[in-house]
């Protein structure tokens, strides 16, 4: 069977297209998996180690598929390839801040969300408002305040940590990806 030469839009449309199905199909099973284990685990470091191994691992898996399923019927020149790695570079650069950005922008929201529906600590602040002076209950919402900065700071760190990982796993597969592309060069 005869296949055709595609052209580097093609291959890179199909390569992204193919991508981004899969990475619906696997980002579920991530969660999932990824959930078991972190619920099981206080670690956050090891967490963090999971979640960069396994996004390496599914990132890889969902390259090879992609590839395989794009370059079925078609093959590629020798001279469009660096254009399609420009191509999936550009890409995957794109995916990395969009998602550092949505996971940096939700930290104070799901925080400060998991404070305000916590009925317990609500009723005892109710009860202390009752209890203790102006003072007190200042010096008690100074102290909250601290310790919300100082988790949420902890959060952006543990997240800075995972989006440098991310980027860096899902760059570092991409010399694999081009490998990959080679064998279809015609």
């Known amino acids: 069977m005869e296949k055709e030469l595609a052209t580097t839009k093609k291959i890179t ?10 990475e619906i199909v696997f ?36 390259w090879k598929i992609s ?3 794009v370059f079925k019927n078609k093959i590629i020149s020798s001279d469009d390839v660096p254009t399609v790695m420009k191509n999936l570079i550009i890409f995957t650069i794109v995916i990395c801040v969009i998602n550092g950005i949505y996971q940096f922008s939700q930290v104070n929201s799901t925080i400060d969300n998991a404070i305000n529906s916590n009925f317990q600590l609500k009723y005892t602040e109710s009860m202390m408002s009752h209890l203790y002076n102006n003072e007190q209950m200042a010096e008690y919402n100074n102290q909250k305040e601290d310790a919300i900065a100082k988790v949420k700071s902890q959060a952006y760190t543990y ?13 570092a597969v991409l010399p694999f990806e081009k490998k990959e592309i080679l064998k279809y060069v015609g």
């Open 13 to 22: 449309q199909g390569l992204i297209g193919n991508w981004l199905l899969w």
């Open 27 to 62: 980002g579920i099973i991530y969660f999932v998996i990824y959930s078991l284990i972190a619920h099981s685990m206080e670690s956050m470091i090891i967490q963090a180690v999971i979640a960069i191994v396994m996004q390496g691992i599914i990132v890889f898996l969902i």
């Open 67 to 69: 590839t395989k399923s």
């Open 159 to 171: 997240l800075a940590i995972i989006e440098i990982g991310l980027t860096t796993v899902h760059l």
